[in-house]
């Protein structure tokens, strides 16, 4: 079973990795536009902690190791921010402006936003043997500030942000922006919350 859960595993950081280079690949490859902007995306963000979770998943499973609890709540971590990243994106494509985008984007787009993420959830509910405690739910916040307090700084040298909320000129100021940070925080919070509970109901089962 460790095996067939590698092997699947390795296809999707296969899929990971392709998606990444072609989201990237304006910079690297066609230099239409710049690396660091590309790169500090958060969907970026979220899926390169992915790759290194589904790596240092990969070799576990194959060692036949049993999975260290810092693997898991970085797999963890990786779950909750690329369905946050998805679930934002899907936000704001309800908008009517910007839903024609969807049939438009390009199946990279598509896969990091929607099919990733989708497994990523099923991946940690079904593949997580370890039982995490409710205090790894706190370590979710610990890098989108990070990530918030860097857009924003950077935002105002660079006169760039990735997404309009974190822009204080679109967003109305930085009262708003700390609302829109506020309601992300409880929706990362709330969706470790269930991450974490599904290992320890599986681990109770057992």
Same mark, same amino acid.
């Given at each position: 079973?460790?095996f067939?859960?590698?092997a699947?595993r ?9 998606a990444?280079?072609?989201r990237t690949? @304006?910079f690297?490859?066609y230099?239409s @536009? ?8 958060f ?9 290194v979770? %589904?790596?240092l998943s990969?070799v @576990?499973?194959?060692?036949?190791r049993?999975e ?10 990786a779950t909750?921010?690329v369905?946050?990243?998805g679930?934002?994106?899907a936000?704001?494509?309800v908008?009517?402006?910007?839903s024609?985008f969807l049939?438009?984007a390009?199946?990279s787009?598509k896969?990091?936003?929607f099919?990733?993420p989708i ?9 997580t043997?370890?039982r ?7 370590v979710?916040l610990a890098?989108p500030i990070?990530?918030a307090?860097?857009?924003l700084v950077r935002g105002?040298?660079?006169n760039?942000y ?5 822009d204080?000129?679109?967003a ?6 700390s609302?829109?940070a506020?309601?992300?925080a409880v929706v990362?919070?709330a ?11 599986r681990?109770? %089962?057992r």
């Open positions: 079973m460790r067939v859960l590698a699947v390795i296809v999707v950081l296969a899929v990971t990795v392709w990444l280079l072609s690949s @304006c690297y490859l230099g @536009c710049i690396a660091i902007n590309v790169l500090s995306y969907t970026i963000q979220s899926h390169i902690i992915m790759v979770a %589904l790596a990969v @576990c499973g194959i060692a036949g049993t260290p609890q810092w693997l898991t709540v970085l797999r963890l971590l909750t921010y369905v946050v990243s679930g934002v994106f936000l704001l494509i908008d009517d402006t910007l024609p049939l438009q390009p199946m787009s896969l990091l936003h099919v990733l497994y990523a959830v099923g991946d940690f509910i079904f593949g043997r370890n995490l405690p409710w205090s790894a739910i706190w979710s890098f990070l990530w307090a860097y857009t105002r040298t660079a760039w990735p997404y309009f909320f974190l204080p000129d679109a109305g100021g930085y009262g708003m922006i609302i829109y506020l309601v992300l990362i919070v969706l470790a919350s269930l991450l974490v509970a599904s290992t320890r109901t681990s109770r %089962l």
